[in-house]
């Protein structure tokens, strides 16, 4: 199983990260390669300018790829399947125009030019809203073209809007919004070959996409929540159940050590109210919520609160 990702630029290192936070640890770091194994022997991963993944993917270089929204609808592949929203490199693709200019909606575009990296997507943008432009690919500076006078306006990406207000340009509309994608294609996520046979092989591929994206959605489920453990008294417990606002119900446990003293394997601390009047309560909550949770679990009378980070969360 090969996994296209990003070879440089300000989507590699998050993708690194979240590969070794899913626990596909890479052998020998990630510098200046064109391959590297991962501790899992079924899995390698391939590194490729970020425009070019959809295709290594859809061509079958790779099974599984990483790169942006964009990039995957810029290149149009047919047989990619969107697996997860990885949560970063977000951005919008926008169409925008001269502040002092006449355009000041997606209608008066027609007739005129529109300069993009993106051509793509800028041709069906326009074709899907019945819009008739030219189309003028560039390679960079696109936000120059309407004052060089090479354009009218321009479709391109912007993620706080600062370089469009520095070069006088006004967002008249969104394109497209856009993150990165784990995605891959359609014959290996329904475990079918290229010609449509189904055998193990092929069968295993499906599974191994599947392990790949459950873990990689764990480390998401996981950012921001923290994991609480805490001894409480059982005559206490609804009391301390009414301050935990985690995911569903908390596990209770109980927990006795020798001679009477309370002892929770889990977090290794033990509490003056001792034996079998001691429960452990583990629960998940909301990290902005730790602080203000804490006060009011020892107000309703939890003691040796233990708080820690998570790093997967299988839900």
Do not use: W
Request: proline share 3%; aromatic share 2%; with cysteine.
């Amino acid at each position: 199983m090969r996994i296209a990702v990003p070879n440089k630029g300000r989507l590699h290192e998050p993708t690194i990260e979240l590969l070794e936070r899913a626990g596909l640890h890479l052998r020998d770091g990630a510098d200046r390669k064109l391959y590297a194994d991962t501790v899992d022997p079924d899995v390698t991963v391939l590194f490729a300018r970020a425009a070019d993944i959809p295709e290594y993917v859809a061509d079958g270089a790779a099974e599984v790829g990483i790169t942006g929204k964009d990039q995957i609808a810029e290149a149009d592949e047919d047989g990619l399947v969107d697996l997860l929203d990885l949560g970063y490199g977000e951005c919008r693709l926008v169409l925008a125009a001269p502040e002092d200019g006449e355009i000041e909606a997606l209608e008066d575009v027609e007739g005129g030019k529109v300069a993009t990296e993106f051509p793509t997507i800028t041709r069906n943008y326009l074709e899907d809203a019945g819009i008739d432009a030219k189309v003028v690919e560039v390679t960079g500076a696109t936000e120059l073209t309407p004052h060089a006078g090479m354009a009218d306006a321009i479709v391109d990406i912007t993620s706080t809007g600062t370089t469009l207000q520095v070069n006088r340009l006004a967002i008249v509309d969104e394109v497209l919004a856009s993150s990165v994608r784990l995605f891959a294609r359609d014959d290996v996520v329904e475990g079918r070959g290229g010609g449509g046979e189904v055998d193990a092989d092929t069968d295993a591929a499906a599974e191994k996409v599947e392990q790949i994206r459950t873990a990689m959605e764990s480390v998401l489920a996981a950012e921001g929540k923290r994991y609480l453990m805490m001894n409480v008294p059982r005559e206490r417990l609804a009391d301390v159940r009414d301050q935990i606002p985690g995911m569903g119900g908390p596990t209770v446990m109980d927990v006795a050590g020798e001679d009477g003293a309370t002892a929770s394997a889990e977090t290794g601390t033990t509490g003056e109210a001792a034996g079998e009047d001691t429960v452990a309560v583990h629960v998940v909550v909301d990290e902005r919520e730790v602080f203000e949770t804490i006060t009011n679990l020892k107000a309703a009378g939890a003691s040796d609160i233990l708080v820690t980070e998570i790093e997967r969360l299988v839900e």
